[in-house]
């Protein structure tokens, strides 16, 4: 895990933070710009608590740093449209004038204000900030650990799943070959029955013909009663 120190000299270990802006509105409120992407330096300063000066020397050391980073420089025609256009968006706070640079503006965006944080060394707000982004890589580093581990059950479950499914294989191989077996049997016992349900209908016929035949004689047996009689 990088220290503090670790973090305020090395611009690497700088870099893999840079995405972490949201610490800075959980350390303390960051006032931006009406564009709601800018800050000036005075705003810098007023949010780590120190002067516009030690911002600008943090500026002077590390300005290829910030330049990566967002830290911008307007003068001339860029200054006046970026005036006019914070000016539209201002819209005239209460109490408020907006504040116009006359020649000049540095502005830092989120990421920029995140880099002096992780530079500025006599700033307690600094200092949380820089105690918020190490105490969150901890934080994630233990998440993943705990992840590894559950990632290491999970195969060590799905290997002992894998043996199981193995083991189960020859049998149901045989399963299989049962079944087609019985499938085969089923087949033959349906063509029997079939036949026996073909001569049990010939039956019935051969049945009805006797029945008719049957009648037939009980009625030669009743005419030739009646005809002795009559003699």
């Given at each position: 895990m990088p220290t503090e120190v670790a973090l305020l000299e090395s611009r690497a270990l700088r870099f893999e933070q840079m995405g972490r802006v949201d610490v800075l509105d959980k350390v303390k409120s960051l006032v931006m710009l009406p564009d709601g992407i800018h800050v000036r330096t005075e705003d810098v300063a007023r949010y780590f608590e120190v002067s516009t000066e030690v911002v600008k020397k943090v500026i002077q050391r590390h300005r290829g740093e910030m330049e990566e980073n967002g830290l911008t420089l307007l003068r001339g025609s860029e200054l006046r449209n970026f005036h006019r256009d914070m000016m539209s968006l201002w819209g005239g706070r209460e109490g408020e004038s907006y504040p116009r640079a006359a020649t000049r503006l540095t502005l830092f965006t989120r990421r920029t204000v995140l880099n002096v944080a992780m530079l500025l060394r006599d700033s307690d707000i600094a200092r949380c900030v820089r105690t918020y982004l190490l105490g969150a890589e901890e934080d994630l580093r233990t998440g993943l650990a705990s992840l590894d581990r559950r990632v290491t059950r999970v195969e060590s479950c799905l290997a002992g799943v894998d043996s199981a499914l193995q083991e189960l294989g020859p049998v149901l191989n045989r399963m299989s070959h049962r079944l087609d077996s019985l499938d085969r049997r089923?087949?033959?016992?349906?063509?029997?029955?079939?036949?026996?349900?073909?001569?049990?209908?010939?039956?019935?016929?051969?049945?009805?013909?006797?029945?008719?035949?049957?009648?037939?004689?009980?009625?030669?047996?009743?005419?030739?009663?009646?005809?002795?009689?009559?003699?």
């Amino acid at each position: 895990m990088p220290t503090e120190v670790a973090l305020l000299e090395s611009r690497a270990l700088r870099f893999e933070q840079m995405g972490r802006v949201d610490v800075l509105d959980k350390v303390k409120s960051l006032v931006m710009l009406p564009d709601g992407i800018h800050v000036r330096t005075e705003d810098v300063a007023r949010y780590f608590e120190v002067s516009t000066e030690v911002v600008k020397k943090v500026i002077q050391r590390h300005r290829g740093e910030m330049e990566e980073n967002g830290l911008t420089l307007l003068r001339g025609s860029e200054l006046r449209n970026f005036h006019r256009d914070m000016m539209s968006l201002w819209g005239g706070r209460e109490g408020e004038s907006y504040p116009r640079a006359a020649t000049r503006l540095t502005l830092f965006t989120r990421r920029t204000v995140l880099n002096v944080a992780m530079l500025l060394r006599d700033s307690d707000i600094a200092r949380c900030v820089r105690t918020y982004l190490l105490g969150a890589e901890e934080d994630l580093r233990t998440g993943l650990a705990s992840l590894d581990r559950r990632v290491t059950r999970v195969e060590s479950c799905l290997a002992g799943v894998d043996s199981a499914l193995q083991e189960l294989g020859p049998v149901l191989n045989r399963m299989s070959h049962r079944l087609d077996s019985l499938d085969r049997r089923l087949e033959t016992t349906n063509r029997v029955v079939g036949a026996m349900s073909v001569r049990l209908g010939d039956m019935s016929e051969d049945i009805v013909r006797i029945d008719a035949r049957m009648d037939d004689f009980v009625r030669q047996l009743q005419d030739l009663r009646r005809h002795r009689r009559r003699r």
